[in-house]
């Protein structure tokens, strides 16, 4: 299991060339576009490409809405590594905080869980299995 504090992350953009311009003029970085885990054209995701990111590593994400319906109203969200997302999910209520899209498949990556905090801040949750 990744023992970083996060595992992912993904910067919802409204413009993805755009936004990789953006980001490979700031940083200096390339990407490489991943295909969408739910085979449509509405969902657009382009990865850093960092060969040293120590296990960390993130995408540009485009999708209709995202920002607008996002339920914490965020433009980032982080992904905390986990055996299984389902048991860290199972806390988040009791703790204070809001299930808002419970253990879902993304195919060969694995599980994530998306979950408000008592902030109102969007965090996800990921696992293999």
């Not at 200096?28 to 969902?43: C, I, R, V």
């Not at 703790?95 to 060969?108: D, N």
Request: proline share 4%.
């Amino acid at each position: 299991m990744n023992t970083n504090v996060i595992c992912w992350f993904e910067i919802y953009v409204d413009n993805m060339e755009r936004a990789k311009q953006f980001y490979a003029t700031v940083l200096g970085t390339k990407f490489h576009d991943m295909p969408s885990p739910d085979g449509s054209d509405e969902f657009i995701m382009s990865c850093f490409s960092n060969a040293e990111n120590q296990g960390v590593s993130g995408a540009l994400v485009q999708m209709k809405e995202a920002r607008t319906n996002n339920p914490g109203n965020t433009s980032t969200m982080v992904y905390f590594p986990c055996e299984d997302c389902s048991v860290e999910e199972s806390r988040v209520e009791k703790a204070g905080g809001k299930v808002h899209c419970p253990k879902m498949s993304i195919g060969e990556h694995g599980f994530i869980s998306i979950c408000l905090d008592t902030e109102n801040n969007t965090f996800g949750l990921y696992s293999m299995k």
